[in-house]
């Protein structure tokens, strides 16, 4: 469900752009709607729309009155980690900032879960995956269909990643 935090127009404000930022560490809906206050409540940005199952927020916003380090700070101050999404074809002397690991060709993998029944079950994977597994940079998961999606660098391995999902009762069935 998406609460409107502000009244939104049909036309975007002259000269604001949208920019798509990778968030991480959400681990809800209710971390979606924290991030779309914190950003919501900066002073140049029309709005903000976050979905938690993409880990992903896009904003429209003044670039004359807020730079992406900005807004990152404010995803920031609501405790979560975000990184602008940059366009294929940008320059790194266009970019404010370096492009995120999540913009490199990774690998990832599908997994079912029989064990999931909750978002709480995704999050536990979440964090013991990544803390346990050098290399792994995102983890979604839809408790409903028991799947979980993990995507990873190198020095990460598909049998890493199983080896510490079994060790936390989280054995997975690949898909």
């Known amino acids: 469900m998406k609460i409107s935090f502000k009244q939104r127009s049909a036309e975007p404000p002259p000269g604001y752009v949208m920019q798509a930022f990778t968030v991480h560490d959400m681990h809800c809906g209710n971390c979606a709607m924290s991030v779309d206050w914190a950003v919501?409540?900066?002073?140049?940005?029309?709005?903000?729309?976050?979905?938690?199952?993409?880990?992903?927020?896009?904003?429209?916003?003044?670039?004359?009155?807020?730079?992406?380090?900005?807004?990152?700070?404010?995803?920031?101050?609501?405790?979560?980690?975000?990184?602008?999404?940059?366009?294929?074809?940008?320059?790194?002397?266009?970019?404010?900032?370096?492009?995120?690991?999540?913009?490199?060709?990774?690998?990832?993998?599908?997994?079912?879960?029989?064990?999931?029944?909750?978002?709480?079950?995704?999050?536990?994977?979440?964090?013991?995956?990544?803390?346990?597994?050098?290399?792994?940079?995102?983890?979604t998961g839809d408790p409903a269909a028991k799947r979980v999606t993990i995507a990873f660098d190198p020095p990460a391995t598909v049998e890493q990643i199983v080896a510490a999902m079994v060790e936390w009762d989280y054995p997975p069935n690949q898909q």
């Open 40 to 139: 919501e409540a900066l002073d140049g940005v029309a709005e903000s729309t976050t979905s938690y199952p993409n880990a992903t927020t896009t904003v429209l916003y003044d670039p004359t009155r807020l730079t992406l380090d900005a807004i990152a700070a404010a995803i920031a101050g609501a405790g979560y980690r975000a990184d602008p999404i940059l366009p294929a074809d940008t320059s790194p002397a266009q970019a404010t900032r370096a492009p995120h690991r999540s913009e490199v060709p990774m690998e990832s993998v599908t997994f079912e879960v029989p064990a999931i029944s909750c978002d709480h079950c995704v999050a536990t994977i979440k964090r013991v995956v990544t803390a346990d597994v050098p290399g792994v940079t995102d983890v």
